[in-house]
């Protein structure tokens, strides 16, 4: 495949996952101006209040700008990319402290709740590592946590997409509520690695 071809693809697929991120970024701010009743399964959370509001603002805001953040137009331009940078950063925190809390409170079981209490402080840990390293100007290891940490923050969206992929399966919610706790995260992080090493391996010299 010749460079221009790849690029395109790359482009297509930054593009492609922008527009999911930001759709579901907006959709989930329902929960912030609680729009609509929760739906039972949701509800049924024993620490939904406050903390799904906290989660769904915190994470629905570090999608809605992360994808962005990659741009060259707006990495070019500092002040604009490190105030975006914080702002998201500071919603991964929020969203992920939350979503810890609201582990802890699913009635999926011990099962679901690992996963998503393991997703919570490795979200924050990969912002903050992200965050630590562009205070300390060492770029190269920044962008490579931040694309860690949005490696994660989509699981929002991976989340969603294989909710509808299990009902035509024909799973339970509760079977793909758990399934989703693993599966809407690890693959991206594991993506995002193996990204990053061959990134690594086609940088060193030959």
Known sequence: MNT??????????????????????????????QFAP????????????????????GAATALLLGGFQFLPAVRRRRALHRWIG??????CIVGGCAGFALAFGT??????GLGFGLLAPIWIYC?????????????????????????LTFAAVTLRLYLPLGVMAGLTFHQIYVATAWISW?????????YLRRETLRLQPA
């Not at 593009?15 to 579901?24: E, K, M, P, T, W």
């Not at 399964?41 to 769904?56: Q, S």
């Not at 009635?107 to 679901?112: E, N, R, V, Y």
């Open 4 to 33: 221009r071809v790849s690029k395109s693809l790359q482009g297509a697929g930054w593009g492609a996952a922008v527009f999911l991120s930001v759709g579901i970024a907006l959709f989930s701010y329902r929960y912030v101006v």
């Open 38 to 57: 929760l739906s039972t399964e949701i509800a049924a959370n024993l620490f939904a209040r406050p903390w799904l509001t906290l989660h769904a603002g």
């Open 86 to 91: 914080r702002v998201y950063a500071t919603g």
């Open 107 to 112: 009635t999926s079981g011990p099962i679901a």
């Open 127 to 151: 912002t903050g590592q992200g965050w630590l390293t562009a205070r300390a100007r060492r770029f190269d290891e920044h962008r490579r946590w931040m694309i860690r940490s949005f490696a």
């Open 186 to 194: 690890i693959p991206n992080l594991i993506a995002a690695e193996l």
